[in-house]
């Protein structure tokens, strides 16, 4: 099956310093990703959606200059979290998307926590 | 806009009992609607998906739902529960006009006790 990975799995970092995620779909090409983030007990809130070749999309009150998403390719996305502090901890997650319209399917990447101390 | 509610933050059931989780949806047109459970070190995966046609969909690992226009609803079951269903599930509701996006509803911890 379709299969997303997402590196680094956890990764710890100074205030100020920036952090950056792969994600990768390993065995398919995708056009569109998404970033999500998610707070502990709560679900997945959207921050962008990353098309490849073309700027991202940003969900309302994300800051598009303290996240930074670039979709080089159809098989990688990129999240650089600029500056991070330590509210910007959290689970973030990125999917794929596969499939047409009306049968469209997400797969979705184990997920990186970060912690900024 | 679109909305999803998960009325119950967790449910407990014995193994071998049957499960709904509950899911209700607020969306202009018709929607597609998700299922997915989040295992501890593990991505999302999706149980079952509903697009158009039979309103009972079949799922993975012995899941199904039921979309009911009616109701706003599209809640999850399993005749038998096993211990390794343990988990977090998320309805979620998609949409196609301008971009496709999925929003998620806040997600039910399902516990199953011996």
């Known amino acids: 099956g379709a299969v997303v990975s997402q590196h680094p799995s956890w990764v710890i970092c100074k205030s100020g310093t920036s952090v950056k995620i792969e994600c990768r779909s390993l065995?398919?090409?995708?056009?569109?990703m998404f970033w999500y983030r998610q707070f502990p007990k709560q679900s997945l809130m959207l921050m962008a959606t990353s098309n490849e070749g073309s700027k991202a999309t940003y969900e309302q009150g994300v800051e598009k200059d303290k996240f930074l998403i670039n979709h080089a390719s159809l098989t990688l996305s990129t999240l650089t979290v600029t500056s991070a502090h330590p509210e910007d901890s959290s689970f973030y997650i990125c999917?794929?998307?596969?499939?047409?319209?009306?049968?469209?399917?997400?797969?979705f990447g184990p997920g990186t926590r970060l912690l900024v101390l | 806009a679109q909305s999803v509610t998960q009325p119950d933050i967790h449910i407990t059931v014995s193994e071998g009992a049957s499960l709904e989780l509950r899911c209700n949806y607020s969306y202009g047109a018709t929607p597609y609607l998700f299922w997915y459970v989040q295992s501890p070190g593990q991505g999302l995966q999706l149980l079952l998906k509903?697009?158009?046609?039979?309103?009972l969909v079949q799922g993975i690992k012995g899941f199904e739902a039921e979309f009911k226009r009616s109701q706003s609803s599209f809640n999850l079951r399993k005749p038998s529960v096993h211990w390794s269903d343990a988990a977090e599930y998320f309805c979620a509701v998609g949409r196609n006009t301008g971009g496709f996006k999925t929003i998620f509803g806040a997600g039910t911890r399902l516990f199953v006790k011996a």
């Open positions: 065995d398919f090409q995708a056009t569109t």
């Open positions: 509903y697009f158009s046609g039979d309103t």
């Open positions: 999917s794929a998307k596969v499939g047409g319209r009306g049968d469209e399917t997400q797969y």
